[in-house]
Each structure stands twice: as structure tokens, then as C-alpha cells.
């Protein structure tokens, strides 16, 4: 039987990339772990936007990136990670989370990764923010990064 996927956060994909980020060594430890136990890594569509909203913009640690660079990391993304779609179902997901309470404002953001994570079989985060994702304790798991 195969080892359970693995869905990755945007922050791992920009700490993995991000060589002076403090937390670079332990986002490449984490997914060389779970290449190893021989897990499928997992992404959205989601997460690439994400991922390009971020690191083409000015942060406090670091200067952006040129939107060519975060582009060829995305398209690197693409071969490296399975990308979930978001498609209709996932929707239906997300509002039965919302209607279940599970986020509201900016944490609709996070509730639709776990709706496209349960569209897609998916039970288990990858995440740096993991207070981000603990009202989701019972429908997910969460992999520690180290």
C-alpha cells in the first residue's frame, strides 16, 4: 500500500526557495523526508498563485523576486508536485466547511486548501503554520516540518 499523500503549503515552497529564510534547511529536510518514505507530494493551483503573490512582492526579510524567476519556479512546481485542480466539487467543499464554521474573512484562504485537500483524498498538510490549520484537527493531520 502506498504511504499517504502529502498536500504542501505555499510557506514550505517559499522557504524551500528562499536560501537566506531561516527555516530553508528544515523546508528541504521535510519534503526529502517525504520523497523518501516514498509519499506524493501534492500542490494547487491555489498554492502557485499564492506562491507568486508572495514572493514577487517586498517582505521584511527579503527583496522580490523578478516575475520571471517566480514564474520558472512555478513551472519547475509543475513537474515536481501533483497539482490538485480547483474544480466545482472543491467548491462545494469549501462552503460546507464555512457552513460549518470553519473560517470566515482571511481564513477562507486556508479553509479552501483543506476543501481541495478533501476533494482530492488528501488528509495530510505540510505546513509552517500550523495555528493556521488546527480548527481542522479530526478531518486532517498535520506533518510536522522536522
Same mark, same amino acid.
Given at each position: 500500500?502506498? =504511504? ?25 529536510? =521535510? ?98 503554520? =500550523? ?16
Amino acid at each position: 500500500m502506498a =504511504a499517504d499523500p502529502v498536500f504542501v503549503d505555499t510557506n514550505v515552497l517559499i522557504y524551500v526557495t528562499r536560501r537566506t529564510a531561516s527555516e530553508h534547511a528544515a523546508a528541504q529536510a =521535510a519534503l526529502a523526508r517525504l520523497e523518501g518514505e516514498g509519499r506524493a507530494l501534492w500542490i494547487s493551483v491555489q498554492i502557485l498563485r499564492e506562491y507568486l503573490a508572495v514572493v514577487t512582492r517586498p517582505q521584511a526579510t527579503s527583496l522580490p523576486l523578478p516575475m520571471g524567476t517566480a514564474i520558472a519556479d512555478v513551472q519547475r512546481f509543475q513537474q515536481v508536485f501533483q497539482v490538485a485542480e480547483d474544480r466545482p466539487a472543491v467548491l462545494d467543499r469549501l462552503l460546507a466547511l464555512l457552513g460549518a464554521k470553519f473560517g470566515a474573512g482571511r481564513q477562507v484562504h486556508d479553509t479552501n486548501i483543506v476543501a481541495t485537500m478533501l476533494e482530492h483524498g488528501i488528509y495530510r498538510l505540510l505546513t509552517f503554520n =500550523a495555528a493556521d490549520f488546527r480548527r481542522f484537527a479530526g478531518i486532517i493531520q498535520l506533518e510536522p516540518p522536522q
